[in-house]
C-alpha cells in the first residue's frame, strides 16, 4: 500500500496555527516514594463518564522547555507535579507535514493532568516523513527517560508514543521498531514505510469522518492490516476534517485517547469500561476493536466458527470460487432482505464477548446489517466494500452471551444482502 500513501502525502496539509509552547515552570524534579495500590501503576480515583470527558484530570501539572540538539526540536515537558504517587508512564507527541507543536500544546496539560509525562515537539525538518518522525519520536522518548529534568518521575518501562498525519505515521513506524512500546496512536496516520502485517504494539488510529486527505477508507485499510493477535482501535470522528487534533479543545478525541493510554500504559482495567463497548457515541460516527482490550497480554485465542459447518446456517449457498478463505468455503448468502448467517457458539458464563466476523464484499457499497443476539438486536453494522472478492477482513463487535449455548444472526436489511462471510471468532473475558 506504500503507492496509495505516497499519493496521499502529496495533498497533507500546510503548517497549522496556534499559540506558543507553553513557558517553562519551575518546581522540583525529584519524585517522591510510590503509593501502595493493588495495581502498582494505577493513578487517580475511580474514573467516570464525566471525569473522563473532562478538559483536566486530577493531577496538577506543570512545564519545561527542552532546548533543541537532542534528535528534535522545539521541545516542552508536561509532568504532574504530585510527588506521592510513583513514577508516570511517558507518552511522546509529534504533529504532521509541516505542522506546529504550537497547534497541539493544548493536548500535553491534558494528558500530563491524568497522570502522564507528555513530551511534545516539532520534527527537525517540517517536511520530515513518516520513518524520520517515528526516529524522532524515539529520540524525544529516550531524553525523556534518560536525560531531562523529570526522568526520576518517569517509568522507562511504559512508553508510548502519538502523532498527527505524518506523525501518526511516525507513531506507527516508532512502534514497528520498538516493540516494547506499551501502545501507539495515529491521528490521521499517514502511513508510508510500516508493515502493519507485522504490528505488535497496541494500536489507535483515528480518523476524520470529513478527512480528504488522509481519508476514513484509507485509515481503515491499515487498521485491517494489523494482525488480530494484537489489541487495535479504529474511532471515526462524525464531520471531522483532517486537521481535528489541532481543534481547541477536542474532547471528542481525548475521551477516547485517554482510556487508551491508561489501559495499556497504567493497565488500568477501570478504563476499559469506556471502550468495550463504546460507552458515549457522541461525536463518533464508527467505532471497531479488539474487544475486550486487555494490557498485559495477548488477547485470548478466540473459538472459529465456520460459515460452512453445521450448526452454522447460511441462506444462501456454501461457495469457493473466491481464494483467500479458511476452512473448506464460505458463505454466499442470497440477495435479499433477511437472506441471514447464522452461529450457535458456547460460553462457559455470561459475559462480555468479542466477536470477529471475517467477511469479503467486492462491490463499492456497503451492506448493512443487523446483528440478532439470541432473538434481539443489538447492533447495525454496516459491511464496507473490501475491493474485491477474495479480500478477506475483519469487523469486530461486543456483545453480552448467556452462559451455554447463543444464536447469534447476522440478517442483511437491504435487497443485496450480506457480504461473503468466512467465518465467525468468538472471545469471551
Not at 516494547?180 to 504490528?199: Q, V
Not at 480528504?212 to 485499510?221: A, E, I, L
Not at 453494522?381 to 451455554?404: H, I, K
Request: hydrophobic share 35%.
Amino acid at each position: 500500500m506504500r503507492w496509495l500513501a505516497s499519493a496521499v502525502g502529496l495533498a497533507l496539509l500546510a503548517a497549522l496555527a496556534g499559540a506558543g509552547p507553553a513557558p517553562a515552570a519551575e518546581n522540583p524534579y525529584q519524585r517522591g516514594p510510590a503509593a501502595v495500590a493493588e495495581n502498582p501503576y494505577q493513578r487517580g480515583p475511580d474514573p467516570t463518564r464525566d471525569s473522563v470527558a473532562a478538559s483536566r484530570g486530577t493531577f496538577a501539572t506543570a512545564s519545561v522547555k527542552v532546548p533543541d540538539g537532542n534528535g528534535f526540536t522545539k521541545g516542552v515537558i508536561y509532568y504532574p507535579t504530585d510527588t506521592r504517587q510513583g513514577t508516570f508512564g511517558a507518552i511522546a507527541f509529534v504533529p504532521g507535514y509541516n505542522g506546529s507543536w504550537a497547534a497541539l500544546e493544548w493536548t500535553g496539560p491534558w494528558l500530563a493532568s491524568f497522570g502522564f509525562v507528555v513530551i511534545g515537539f516539532e520534527a527537525i525538518n517540517p517536511g520530515d516523513r513518516d520513518t524520520a518522525r517515528g526516529t524522532q519520536l524515539l529520540a524525544a522518548l529516550d531524553y525523556l527517560t534518560q536525560r531531562s529534568p523529570v526522568r526520576d518521575r518517569i517509568d522507562p518501562n511504559r512508553t508510548a508514543v502519538i502523532g498527527h498525519s505524518m506523525g501518526g505515521g511516525g507513531a506507527l513506524s516508532a512502534a514497528s521498531r520498538r516493540p516494547s512500546l506499551k501502545t501507539a496512536i495515529g491521528l490521521a496516520p499517514a502511513i508510508f514505510s510500516t508493515d502493519m502485517r507485522t504490528t505488535q504494539v497496541p494500536a489507535m488510529l483515528m480518523a476524520g469522518q470529513n478527512d480528504g486527505t488522509v481519508t476514513p477508507s484509507y485509515v481503515k485499510n491499515f487498521y485491517h492490516q494489523i494482525p488480530g493477535s494484537t489489541e487495535k482501535s479504529y474511532l471515526e470522528l462524525t464531520g471531522a476534517g483532517h486537521g481535528f487534533p489541532s481543534w481547541t479543545p477536542n474532547s471528542v478525541m481525548m475521551r477516547k485517547v485517554i482510556p487508551w493510554f491508561k489501559i495499556f500504559i497504567d493497565n488500568d482495567v477501570r478504563y476499559s469500561q469506556f471502550l468495550c463497548p463504546l460507552m458515549d457515541w457522541t461525536g463518533i460516527s464508527a467505532d471497531q476493536s479488539t474487544c475486550p482490550l486487555l494490557p498485559g497480554g495477548p488477547t485470548p485465542t478466540p473459538t472459529r466458527y465456520e460459515a460452512e459447518n453445521s450448526p452454522a446456517v447460511c441462506t444462501g449457498t456454501i461457495d469457493s470460487n473466491h481464494t483467500g478463505y479458511a476452512g473448506t468455503g464460505f458463505c454466499n448468502g442470497d440477495s435479499a432482505v433477511g437472506a441471514h448467517a447464522q452461529f450457535t457458539v458456547d460460553a462457559a458464563t455470561a459475559g462480555t464477548a468479542a466477536l470477529r466476523l471475517r467477511f469479503a464484499n467486492g462491490t463499492t457499497t456497503a451492506r448493512p446489517a443487523s446483528l440478532i443476539v439470541n432473538g434481539s438486536t443489538v447492533h447495525t453494522p454496516s459491511f464496507e466494500g473490501t475491493g474485491a472478492w477474495n479480500t478477506w477482513v475483519t469487523r469486530t463487535l461486543t456483545v453480552t452471551l448467556n452462559a451455554g449455548s447463543n444464536t447469534i444472526r447476522f440478517h442483511p436489511t437491504t435487497s443485496a444482502g450480506l457480504p461473503n462471510i468466512d467465518h465467525l471468532e468468538v472471545s469471551t473475558t
